[in-house]
């Protein structure tokens, strides 16, 4: 059974940074990618940044146009942990964030991923 935990947020300032991270068990990295999403209150869940990877090789990378330059997402196979680096934080990214499992491409489509943590609350004041 996978499972999926999601840890780190918080409420920061405005150009703020805070590190998200996520653990999984029960589940295998190679050639799958893992993504990570947010969704604010009234929207619909969208997708953050995602990550392609052999298992031990993070290959590819992808970012919403609304991060890119600001958020990096890495991951430590050893510990079977993603993150997602946040910088220069902004109001507009106050959100619950949730890390997926279980992608077979890279991609951002919150449909392509099986597996589901319970969120984290990042919360930014201006």
């Known amino acids: 059974q996978v499972e999926v935990v999601e840890s780190g947020g918080g409420s920061v300032q405005a150009y703020g940074s805070l590190r998200l991270s996520c653990a999984t068990t029960?589940?295998?990295?190679?050639?799958?990618?893992m993504g990570w999403f947010r969704q604010a209150p009234g929207k619909e869940r969208e997708g953050v940044a995602a990550l392609y990877t052999s298992g031990s090789k993070a290959l590819y990378a992808d970012y919403a146009d609304s991060v890119k330059g600001r958020f990096t997402i890495s991951q430590d196979n050893a510990k079977n942990t993603l993150y997602l680096q946040m910088n220069a934080l902004k109001p507009e990214d106050t959100a619950m964030y949730y890390c997926?499992?279980?992608?077979?491409?890279?991609?951002?489509?919150?449909?392509?991923?099986?597996?589901w943590g319970q969120g984290t609350q990042v919360t930014v004041s201006s």
């Open positions: 997926a499992a279980g992608g077979r491409s890279l991609t951002l489509k919150v449909s392509d991923y099986n597996y």
């Open positions: 029960g589940y295998t990295y190679s050639y799958m990618s």
